[in-house]
């Protein structure tokens, strides 16, 4: 089935069916289609934090506005950002890549160097803004995996960062949450939009061709 089939099978889903668990091999497959995603530099400025535990999920309910959906999701991924970025955390990044690609680390030094030299002038809040748009390329290709898995998912930004922050213990590791996708199955007779049409505009309303 082509990814146009499965994304126009899916849709933010508004009721799980809370007796139905993905299994662990398909959340593996949605976490590895995250790790692949590009980001900026390929530095992947962000974390995932993948949520099981029943009562970790319900607790924090209290930092979202989708309770229910929380409540009835077998997973919950957290998108969680970097909070800055910092010298040692591009070093790092530059160290992997030139073990993985055999590639003697004094060859790249001069574009990390650049790449430093302007990151790092900026204030925190701007790097943190940069990092959490990276994020999103990676919640995009959660929800293609997951779509193409005949998985579904929510992706959510209603939540109070600070809270689910604070609940997650993320500023002591130098993160901030950004977005969130649970995941399950529809509970199919309960979700009156799993039987609504998807509603779009038109390529032509949608599209402006320059040729």
Excluded: C
Aim: glycine share 4%; hydrophobic share 40%.
């Amino acid at each position: 089935m082509s990814l146009i089939e499965s994304f126009n099978w899916r849709y933010a889903t508004k009721k799980y069916d809370p007796s139905k668990i993905v299994e662990e091999d398909k959340v593996a497959q949605i976490i590895e289609a995250v790790r692949l995603a590009p980001t900026s530099s390929g530095l992947q400025p962000f974390r995932l934090l993948v949520i099981s535990n029943q009562e970790l999920k319900e607790k924090i309910v209290s930092a979202s506005f989708n309770e229910q959906i929380l409540k009835d999701s077998s997973h919950l991924l957290v998108f969680a950002a970097w909070s800055s970025y910092t010298e040692e955390r591009i070093d790092t990044i530059a160290a992997k890549q030139a073990e993985a690609r055999g590639i003697p680390l004094e060859a790249s030094m001069a574009y990390y160097g650049k790449l430093k030299s302007m990151v790092l002038s900026r204030s925190a809040e701007e790097n943190f803004q940069h990092a959490a748009k990276q994020t999103y390329i990676g919640l995009g290709f959660a929800l293609a995996e997951a779509a193409a898995l005949r998985v579904d998912s929510t992706p959510m930004e209603g939540f109070d960062s600070a809270k689910l922050d604070e609940l997650l213990g993320l500023d002591k590791q130098g993160l901030r949450s950004v977005v969130l996708l649970s995941l399950g199955y529809r509970d199919v007779e309960n979700d009156k939009l799993s039987k609504m049409n998807k509603v779009r505009m038109t390529t032509e309303e949608f599209v402006e061709v320059y040729s």
